[in-house]
């Protein structure tokens, strides 16, 4: 190998081993990162079917005022079809696009409500879990938790699974 090829490749080990861990970096540190399935240990929790059944309570309130509103709409539409008067057709047709602003607004309201209703629900579950978490932390033993049920965030190496350690945390028996 040539002189200025052994060269620029002794350059780019040194300065690419901190990112591989041959080196170690003065900017690096030994935190150690955990994670958990938080949806899992959500679901041994005791009040978690309560919950659920409450929060899909509220759904089913919403999906059949809907139905209502799209079956008022598909009503209008069919008289819409029978009508030969003008002034009639003119009416139906201003009450068919009230009707459908509303189911519009009503959905997009719907939503809204649903999730503020899910997270105050599920926020004393979210709030215990959260605690456990920190006490774990505060005994020095890790640095960060985060929850792996959420499938956005990549599995990190050499994270740690906490799962069991937060359920006994939380007093859950496997």
Do not use: H, W
């Amino acid at each position: 190998m040539n002189l200025k090829v052994r060269a620029t490749f002794v350059l780019t080990l040194i300065l690419a081993s901190p990112l591989l861990g041959l080196i170690p970096c003065t900017g690096q540190t030994n935190k150690k990162i955990g994670f958990a399935d938080f949806g899992k240990l959500k679901q041994r929790m005791p009040e978690y079917d309560s919950l659920v059944s409450l929060s899909t309570e509220q759904a089913l309130l919403f999906e059949k005022e809907l139905y209502t509103l799209t079956s008022m709409i598909q009503e209008k539409s069919k008289q819409l079809d029978t009508i030969t008067d003008s002034g009639e057709k003119e009416k139906l047709i201003a009450q068919l696009q009230d009707l459908t602003s509303m189911r519009n607004n009503y959905r997009s309201t719907a939503k809204i409500e649903l999730s503020t209703s899910d997270n105050d629900l599920f926020k004393g579950v979210n709030q215990r879990i959260a605690n456990a978490c920190e006490r774990i932390k505060d005994k020095g033993d890790f640095d960060y938790i985060y929850d792996s049920s959420i499938k956005a965030i990549p599995p990190i190496i050499g994270a740690e699974d906490l799962t069991e350690v937060i359920a006994n945390e939380l007093g859950l028996a496997k």
